[in-house]
């Protein structure tokens, strides 16, 4: 009989693997959770007109997390403007030592204090993360540990204050393995918190095109949320860490035949030239209409709360007008469709004010689109 010897590490991994199965099939098939819906859409709503502050997850400044990059007066600015909620991103795989992490809660306890003291629901978010097709076995561990560990940490803040984001934008993979991370991940809170109002993504950078194509968890208590940037075209036309793609630049929004830039040639034979080529028709406020109906005719098919987690425009390009234009039109429209809506973000390159956060540096059309000089 031939002998069969199993290295330790494989059944290291098989033991992850049905544990993880395990995990995935009991928030699928096991008993739903229903707590009180009108107060999980409210959860939801109390979101809307929010912000992210992205500093902790900006790892590519150096010390990062001995700076206080958000001050007392920051808060009191968002509170001026009429901002309700502060999403906050932290790059939580990037800061894996027992040093940087007690730092990392060090910030969010002290950002947990300033919402708390302003009257700000906080939101926070697992940026940054490396999990993709074939790594999500072995990844999703890992994120369930840390999500425990928050979990245990923050269990008497109140769930109508504290929420939790799994995951921001799963990467473009196959959405079944994305949906069973998803659901191992939640399961896994569940076990220690059943009141946390917890926000999950669909994969492909929460594409609103993925999210209307999920059916949702057997968890009541979840927000789905989406981001959207629609036309891309537009909102990052110059941002250099896409690629080729978005070089041309000089794009106004909504499309105006008239001094329409050419095509870069760096983007000849990629999506930016088909996307240029459809601009006529996606770079005006209809279609943002249109895209934004698609989410919402979701969540009304299944009765869940939604959150646009981010909308914003890359600042390095794009000119004031047609920026201040375009937040005012998707805030018009999440509005009228009542789905709540996140600013992508505060004080980083696709932040609404002209240099650093003041009043005195928000132009008066970005003012007027987000509502702040109806408030005066």
Same mark, same amino acid.
Request: hydrophobic content about 35%.
């Given at each position: 009989?031939?002998?069969?010897?199993?290295?330790?590490?494989?059944?290291n991994?098989?033991l992850v693997?049905?544990?993880? &199965?395990?995990l995935?099939?009991?928030?699928?098939?096991?008993p739903?959770?229903?707590?009180d819906r009108?107060?999980?859409?409210?959860?939801?709503?109390?979101?809307?007109? /929010?912000?992210?502050?992205?500093?902790?997850?900006?790892?590519? *400044?150096s010390n990062i997390?001995?700076k206080?990059?958000?001050?007392?007066t920051?808060?009191?600015? &968002?509170?001026q403007l009429?901002?309700?909620?502060i999403?906050?991103?932290?790059?939580?795989t990037?800061f894996q030592?027992? $040093?940087?992490?007690?730092?990392?809660?060090k910030?969010?306890?002290?950002?947990?204090?300033?919402? !708390?003291?302003?009257?700000f629901?906080?939101?926070?978010?697992?940026h940054?993360?490396? =999990?993709n097709?074939?790594?999500?076995?072995?990844?999703?561990?890992g994120i369930?540990?840390?999500w425990?560990? %928050?979990?245990?940490?923050?269990?008497?803040?109140?769930p109508d204050n504290?929420?939790?984001?799994?995951?921001?934008?799963?990467?473009h993979?196959?959405?079944?393995?994305?949906?069973?991370?998803?659901?191992?991940?939640?399961?896994?809170i569940?076990q =220690?918190?059943?009141?946390r109002?917890?926000?999950?993504?669909?994969?492909?950078? *929460?594409?609103i095109?993925e %999210?209307?194509?999920?059916?949702p968890m057997?968890d009541?208590?979840?927000?789905?949320?989406?981001?959207?940037?629609?036309?891309?075209f537009f909102?990052?036309?110059g941002?250099?860490?896409?690629?080729d793609?978005? +070089?041309?630049?000089?794009?106004?929004?909504?499309?105006?035949?008239?001094?329409?830039?050419?095509?870069?040639?760096?983007?000849?034979n990629?999506? /930016?030239?088909?996307?240029? #080529?459809?601009?006529?028709r996606? /770079? #005006?406020?209809?279609s943002?209409k249109?895209?934004l109906?698609?989410?919402?005719?979701?969540?009304?098919?299944?009765?869940v709360p939604? %959150?646009?987690?981010e909308?914003g425009?890359? $600042?390095?390009? +794009?000119?004031?007008?047609?920026?201040?234009?375009y937040?005012?039109a998707? !805030?018009?429209?999440?509005?009228a469709?009542?789905m709540?809506? =996140?600013?992508?973000?505060y #004080? +980083? *390159?696709?932040?609404?004010?002209?240099?650093?956060?003041?009043?005195q540096?928000?132009?008066?059309?970005?003012?007027?689109?987000?509502?702040?000089?109806?408030?005066?």
């Amino acid at each position: 009989m031939k002998k069969i010897e199993f290295s330790t590490l494989f059944i290291n991994k098989l033991l992850v693997t049905l544990v993880f &199965l395990t995990l995935s099939l009991s928030v699928k098939s096991g008993p739903k959770l229903s707590p009180d819906r009108a107060a999980i859409f409210k959860r939801a709503n109390s979101l809307d007109n /929010g912000v992210s502050i992205s500093w902790l997850e900006q790892i590519w *400044n150096s010390n990062i997390l001995d700076k206080n990059a958000i001050k007392a007066t920051d808060f009191a600015l &968002l509170k001026q403007l009429g901002f309700k909620s502060i999403r906050l991103p932290i790059a939580f795989t990037h800061f894996q030592t027992d $040093n940087l992490m007690q730092k990392v809660l060090k910030h969010i306890d002290e950002t947990i204090k300033f919402c !708390r003291l302003y009257g700000f629901k906080l939101i926070i978010c697992y940026h940054s993360g490396n =999990i993709n097709d074939d790594n999500y076995l072995s990844e999703t561990p890992g994120i369930i540990n840390l999500w425990i560990s %928050l979990t245990k940490r923050y269990i008497n803040e109140s769930p109508d204050n504290l929420f939790f984001e799994l995951y921001n934008e799963p990467p473009h993979m196959d959405p079944n393995k994305w949906e069973d991370a998803a659901h191992s991940i939640v399961t896994s809170i569940r076990q =220690i918190d059943k009141k946390r109002t917890l926000i999950v993504g669909a994969s492909n950078f *929460n594409s609103i095109y993925e %999210l209307s194509r999920t059916v949702p968890m057997r968890d009541d208590n979840i927000i789905y949320t989406f981001h959207f940037y629609e036309p891309f075209f537009f909102t990052h036309q110059g941002a250099g860490w896409i690629g080729d793609q978005e +070089a041309t630049t000089g794009i106004p929004f909504p499309y105006k035949k008239e001094g329409f830039p050419e095509l870069n040639p760096r983007a000849k034979n990629t999506w /930016g030239e088909t996307n240029y #080529n459809q601009y006529s028709r996606d /770079g #005006n406020e209809q279609s943002v209409k249109d895209k934004l109906q698609i989410v919402k005719n979701w969540s009304l098919k299944y009765d869940v709360p939604v %959150l646009c987690g981010e909308y914003g425009v890359y $600042n390095k390009y +794009a000119d004031l007008d047609s920026r201040c234009r375009y937040i005012k039109a998707v !805030r018009q429209t999440l509005k009228a469709l009542n789905m709540p809506g =996140i600013m992508w973000d505060y #004080n +980083a *390159n696709f932040s609404i004010f002209n240099g650093e956060p003041s009043l005195q540096n928000l132009p008066d059309c970005m003012k007027d689109a987000i509502g702040y000089a109806i408030k005066k």
